[in-house]
C-alpha cells in the first residue's frame, strides 16, 4: 500500500482537485435517484458482502445498571472482536439506542470517537428511543451526519432505515413513514431484495415483541405494510439479549426477523452481542451468524440462512437515497 505521508500534491492539483469534486458533489445533488443508481451500477462491484449489525450500545450509561462499564467501552470491546477476529467489514448497521440519555450531546462525541477510530469505513445509523430526542434537537444531524430515514441501494439489496419517532419504549411508524416506506418500498422490490431496519420489533415475531413496549406502533399499520409490499429480512434492536434464545430469530410468511441487540451490556445483560451478515456475488442466500462478541465466538443455534428472490450483486458504492418526509415532534 502506497504510503500517503510521501505523496505530494501541487496547490493547481490540489484546486484542480476541489473544483473537479464540487462539480461532482453538484452533479450528485442534481441527479435523480435513478440517475445515481444507473450510473452506481455501471461500476464493477465486489464479489462479495460482509455487514455487521448491532444496536443498542447504550453509550453514556455506566454502572452497574451496564455490567461496571460505560456503553462506549463496550462498544469497543465489539469493535476490538470485529477488528481482530473477522477482519474488516464493508459497513456497519448502528440500529440505534446508540446513546442513553436522550441523544445527549456529550454521548453523541463519544460515540463518534468510538465510530471514527473503529478502522471500519462505512456506518449506516438511525435513532432508537434513547436518541430519539436528538433529532429535533439538531444534534442527530451534526453528528451522525444521516437523516433519520433512508434507503441504501447496494446492487440487488435495498436497505431501508427508519429511526425511533419518539422518545417512549413502544415504538412509532408515522403515517408519512410509513407511505414512504410503502412506496419506495414498491419501487424496488421487482429487481431488490428488501430489508428494513427499525430499532423497536414488529409485534408478535421475536422473543418479547409481544410487549407493547418493545414493538412498534400502531401495529395495523406495521401489518399494513406487510400486506402491501415484499419485505425479505426485518432487522431490529432495543430488545436486549443476555443469553441468546433461538426465538431472537423468526420467519413468519415470507418474511425473517431477526433481532440484532445489544451491542452493550446496558441493563445488566452480561453480553455483547451483534449479527456478522455474509452474501456472495450470485447467491440467493445470506448466512447471518450472531456473534458474542465478549468471547469472540458465533453462537450456532441463532444462525440464519436467509433466502432472498434476486441473486446478489453489489455496487462498488451503496447509493444512499434520504426519504424527504418531516419529523415529528
Ligand atoms: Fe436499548
Ligand atoms: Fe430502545
Known amino acids: 500500500m502506497k504510503d500517503r505521508s510521501s505523496v505530494r500534491i501541487s496547490r493547481r492539483e490540489f484546486l484542480g482537485g476541489v473544483l473537479v469534486g464540487g462539480a461532482g458533489l453538484i452533479?450528485?445533488?442534481?441527479?435523480?435517484?435513478?440517475?445515481?443508481?444507473?450510473?452506481?451500477?455501471?461500476?464493477?462491484?465486489?464479489?462479495?458482502?460482509?455487514?455487521?449489525?448491532?444496536?443498542?450500545?447504550?453509550?453514556?450509561?455506566?454502572?452497574?445498571?451496564?455490567?461496571?462499564?460505560?456503553?462506549?467501552?463496550?462498544?469497543?470491546?465489539?469493535?476490538?472482536?470485529?477488528?481482530?477476529?473477522?477482519?474488516?467489514?464493508?459497513?456497519?448497521?448502528?440500529?440505534?439506542?446508540?446513546?442513553?440519555?436522550?441523544?445527549?450531546?456529550?454521548?453523541?462525541?463519544?460515540?463518534?470517537?468510538?465510530?471514527?477510530?473503529?478502522?471500519?469505513?462505512?456506518?449506516?445509523?438511525?435513532?432508537?428511543n434513547h436518541d430519539y430526542a436528538a433529532i429535533p434537537a439538531g444534534l442527530w444531524r451534526r453528528y451522525i451526519r444521516q437523516p433519520p430515514r433512508y434507503a441504501v441501494i447496494d446492487g440487488t439489496l435495498a436497505w431501508f432505515f427508519i429511526s425511533a419517532e419518539r422518545g417512549?419504549?413502544?415504538?412509532?411508524?408515522?403515517?408519512?413513514?410509513?407511505?414512504?416506506?410503502?412506496?419506495?418500498?414498491?419501487?424496488?422490490?421487482?429487481?431488490?431484495?428488501?430489508?428494513?431496519?427499525?430499532?423497536?420489533?414488529?409485534?408478535?415475531?421475536?422473543?418479547?415483541?409481544?410487549?407493547?413496549?418493545?414493538?412498534?406502533?400502531?401495529?395495523?399499520?406495521?401489518?399494513?405494510?406487510?400486506?402491501?409490499?415484499?419485505?425479505?429480512?426485518?432487522?431490529?434492536?432495543?430488545?436486549?439479549?443476555?443469553?441468546?434464545?433461538?426465538g431472537y430469530v423468526r420467519r413468519l410468511g415470507r418474511t425473517t426477523y431477526i433481532n440484532v441487540a445489544a451491542a452493550g451490556h446496558a441493563y445488566a445483560t452480561r453480553a455483547c452481542n451483534g449479527y456478522i451478515l455474509d452474501m456472495a456475488e450470485g447467491s440467493n442466500t445470506m448466512l447471518a451468524r450472531c456473534r458474542d462478541h465478549d468471547h469472540d465466538r458465533y453462537v450456532r443455534n441463532q444462525e440464519a440462512r436467509v433466502t432472498f428472490p434476486y441473486p446478489a450483486r453489489f455496487f462498488a458504492r451503496p447509493v444512499l437515497l434520504p426519504a424527504r418526509i418531516p419529523i415529528l415532534v
Open 27 to 128: 452533479l450528485g445533488c442534481r441527479m435523480s435517484p435513478e440517475e445515481k443508481l444507473q450510473r452506481a451500477a455501471r461500476l464493477p462491484g465486489p464479489q462479495s458482502r460482509r455487514v455487521w449489525a448491532m444496536a443498542d450500545p447504550h453509550v453514556g450509561l455506566a454502572g452497574r445498571h451496564n455490567d461496571g462499564r460505560d456503553g462506549a467501552d463496550w462498544l469497543q470491546v465489539c469493535v476490538q472482536d470485529v477488528r481482530r477476529r473477522i477482519g474488516s467489514v464493508d459497513y456497519v448497521l448502528g440500529l440505534g439506542d446508540l446513546t442513553h440519555h436522550a441523544g445527549r450531546e456529550d454521548e453523541l462525541r463519544a460515540y463518534v470517537r468510538v465510530r471514527n477510530r473503529s478502522g471500519l469505513p462505512v456506518w449506516y445509523e438511525m435513532a432508537g
Open 168 to 246: 417512549k419504549s413502544d415504538g412509532l411508524v408515522g403515517e408519512a413513514t410509513a407511505d414512504w416506506l410503502k412506496d419506495a418500498i414498491a419501487r424496488h422490490q421487482d429487481k431488490r431484495n428488501i430489508i428494513v431496519c427499525s430499532h423497536q420489533a414488529v409485534h408478535a415475531t421475536v422473543n418479547y415483541s409481544g410487549d407493547e413496549a418493545a414493538s412498534l406502533n400502531p401495529r395495523e399499520r406495521v401489518a399494513d405494510i406487510l400486506s402491501s409490499v415484499r419485505v425479505d429480512l426485518w432487522l431490529c434492536g432495543h430488545i436486549h439479549g443476555g443469553k441468546r434464545e433461538p
